[in-house]
Nanobody, 119 residues
Framework: QVQLVESGGGSVQAGGSLRLSCAASGRTARAYAMGWFRQAPGKEREFVASITWSGGRTYYADSVKGRFTISRDNAKNTVYLQMNSLKPEDTAVYYC????????????WGQGTQVTVSS
């Protein structure tokens, strides 16, 4: 029953920056981690980054390391994705999802926010 709402997407030129937000509400008990995923036109959904609520451990896809930073505000149940040095290949719909303690798969998903990077 967790609701996730992504925001912050938009259109930028290559080399620009955007910050995405994902606000979680509802039943957040047993929350373990939050992740960002993206899906580009004609491609499969791919993992971007994740962060654990308790320890703040972060994980990144190789394609975004050094450019993207994931962070969280536990009090606000909100996760952020700071995206710098954006490339046209970053163009995709970005989704956030939550992972519960003891569950391997991500459960609740947001509706997504569009990120478009022009060359």
């Amino acid at each position: 029953q967790v609701q996730l709402v992504e925001s912050g997407g938009g259109s930028v030129q290559a080399g620009g920056s955007l910050r995405l937000s994902c606000a979680a509400s509802g039943r957040t008990a047993r929350a373990y981690a939050m992740g960002w995923f993206r899906q580009a036109p004609g491609k499969e959904r791919e993992f971007v980054a994740s962060i654990t609520w308790s320890g703040g451990r972060t994980y990144y896809a190789d394609s975004v390391k050094g450019r993207f930073t994931i962070s969280r505000d536990n009090a606000k149940n909100t996760v952020y994705l700071q995206m710098n040095s954006l490339k046209p290949e970053d163009t995709a719909v970005y989704y956030c999802a939550d992972q519960r303690v003891g569950v391997a798969d991500f459960g609740s998903w947001g509706q997504g926010t569009q990120v478009t990077v022009s060359s």
